[in-house]
C-alpha cells in the first residue's frame, strides 16, 4: 500500500500550484494589455497551455480571473477571446485615475523629497531617450505617475489605480503604437513636474488633466478607422474565425 504524501509535502506542491497559477494569469494578463493578445483574438486553452508548458487548469483558472476583469469574454461552446475595448471602461477608469492623481496634487508637502525628485527626473531624461521603445516608454510613464503619487504620500493608491484601468491601458497603448511616438507625452511629463517643483497647484492640476484626457482623442481616431478593436452596444456573440478579430 502506497505512503500518503508528507505534510510538508503536500504544502509545498500547493505552494508550487499557487505560484504557477499567479504566474500564468500575470502572463495572460500582460499580453492582452501590452496587445500582444490583440482585441478579438480568439484564445485556446490547449496552444496557451501548450505554448506556457502548463496544464489547462491554471490557464481555464486565468481566464475566468481576467473575465471578471472584463478584459477576456467567455461564451460557452464557442470559446474565449480577448475583449474589445470598451470605450464606456475607458472612461470610467479615467474618471478613477483623474480623481485620484489631481486630489493626490493637493497633498504635495512644502519641500518634496530630493530623491523622489531626483528620481522622477531621471525618469524623464530615460524618456527622451533616443531609439526609446513604445513598450519602454509605457513602463516609464506608468513609473512616472507612480512616482508623483509617492511625492504626495499616496504612492499605494496606485495598486487601486492599476487594477481597475485594463481598458484604459489598452486604449493608451493603441494611441502609442498609432503615432509611433511619445515625444509629446515626455513633453506633458515635463511640464507636470517643473509645475510641481514650483510649487504651482493649478498649474499642476490643469496641465496633468489635459494630459490624461489627451488618450481620448486617439481612442475616438482608432475607433473610427479601426472599429473591430472596440466593443460595440450590440452584446453579440463573437464567431469564430481564421482572423484575430471578431464579430
Excluded: C
Excluded at 493637493?106 to 531624461?125: I, T
Excluded at 509617492?150 to 492599476?162: D, E, I, K, P, Q
Excluded at 473610427?224 to 481564421?242: I, K, Q, T
Aim: charged share 30%; hydrophobic share 40%; glycine share 6%.
Amino acid at each position: 500500500m502506497g505512503t500518503a504524501p508528507r505534510y510538508d509535502e503536500r504544502m509545498a506542491q500547493s505552494n508550487r500550484q499557487r505560484t504557477s497559477r499567479r504566474s500564468v494569469y500575470a502572463t495572460l494578463r500582460r499580453k492582452v494589455l501590452t496587445l500582444e493578445f490583440p482585441p478579438g483574438a480568439a484564445l485556446s486553452e490547449n496552444e496557451l497551455a501548450a505554448s506556457l508548458g502548463v496544464s489547462r487548469t491554471p490557464i481555464r483558472e486565468s481566464l475566468i480571473l481576467l473575465s471578471e476583469e472584463g478584459l477576456v469574454q467567455v461564451f460557452p461552446q464557442v470559446g474565449s477571446f480577448v475583449s474589445r475595448v470598451d470605450p464606456a471602461k475607458v472612461a470610467d477608469a479615467q474618471f478613477l485615475r483623474e480623481a485620484v492623481e489631481l486630489a493626490s496634487l493637493e497633498d504635495l508637502p512644502a519641500e518634496p523629497d530630493p530623491d523622489l525628485v531626483d528620481e522622477l527626473r531621471r525618469n524623464l531624461e530615460e524618456q527622451r531617450r533616443p531609439g526609446l521603445g513604445l513598450e519602454d516608454f509605457f513602463e516609464l510613464d506608468e513609473a512616472f505617475h507612480q512616482g508623483l503619487l509617492r511625492l504626495s504620500g499616496h504612492g499605494n493608491a496606485w495598486a487601486t489605480v492599476v487594477s481597475a484601468k485594463g481598458h484604459l491601458d489598452r486604449a493608451r497603448r493603441l494611441g502609442l503604437y498609432d503615432t509611433a511616438s511619445s515625444s509629446g507625452f515626455a513633453d506633458q511629463h515635463v511640464d507636470i513636474l517643473d509645475a510641481v517643483l514650483a510649487g504651482d497647484v493649478s498649474l499642476a492640476r490643469s496641465a496633468m488633466r489635459a494630459h490624461l484626457r489627451a488618450v481620448f482623442d486617439d481612442v475616438e481616431r482608432i475607433r473610427e478607422r479601426s472599429p473591430e478593436l472596440f466593443a460595440s452596444d450590440s452584446g453579440a456573440v463573437p464567431v469564430r474565425r481564421n482572423i484575430v478579430v471578431w464579430e
